[in-house]
């Protein structure tokens, strides 16, 4: 497995990784809407410092805990405290859901200034970019994602999705949101065409 510090930042998708340092609990980000088996919840994340180097990060994909009902509230996330080995599996960028914001140039990634928040709550995204934690956070991220390998982490749940190698899935989605511009753009195109048709108030004069 590569091991992960200041020099050897970088690796292979879907290869097997550590890395040993402290967690940043008061980065931790909720990704919410990642369901596990059909059970609506969030995937935890939490940078961990690199020990070889104070300020530079891997931001670790710590496990799916369940969303908590109306009237309750989530569990005790924090990471322990101390040094610790994370064994994982590289991904370059967090796994992106579609944002229906993201059409609208307002897409669902925005974290709380300042962060960490004065509640010390965790802020709940969609989806977390990289770049936009680091800009929040002001550590050296590395360019890469350690998604954690199954083990006893604040009850968390690492059951993580798969790479993805059913093409006719991706086709099939592709298709719909061609069929859902098309649609669009005949609603569009035949609202136009009523416009254009409806007689002026000086052709009744």
Not at 41 to 67: F, I, K, M, N, Y
Not at 132 to 146: E, I, N, S
Request: aromatic share 8%; charged share 15%; no cysteine.
């Amino acid at each position: 497995a590569r091991v992960l510090d200041a020099q050897h930042r970088d690796g292979p998708d879907w290869h097997p990784a550590s890395a040993r340092g402290h967690w940043l609990n008061p980065f931790t980000v909720l990704l919410d809407n990642r369901n596990l088996k059909g059970q609506p919840g969030l995937w935890v994340a939490t940078p961990l410092e690199l020990q070889d180097s104070p300020g530079t990060a891997v931001l670790v994909l710590r496990g799916w805990v369940a969303r908590p009902m109306p009237s309750t509230h989530l569990p005790d996330l924090s990471a322990a405290a101390g040094p610790v080995q994370v064994q994982g599996t590289l991904l370059h960028r967090v796994p992106r859901l579609f944002d229906l914001g993201s059409l609208g140039g307002q897409p669902d990634t925005a974290l709380p200034k300042p962060f960490p928040a004065a509640d010390g709550q965790p802020p709940s995204v969609q989806n977390l970019p990289l770049d936009a934690l680091a800009a929040a956070t002001g550590l050296d991220l590395l360019p890469v994602v350690l998604q954690q390998a199954p083990t006893h982490d604040a009850d968390l749940i690492q059951d993580w999705p798969g790479p993805s190698t059913d093409a006719s899935q991706n086709y099939n989605y592709a298709l719909q949101w061609f069929s859902f511009a098309a649609i669009a753009l005949i609603a569009a195109g035949f609202t136009a065409w009523r416009t254009l048709r409806r007689p002026s108030p000086s052709s009744h004069a």
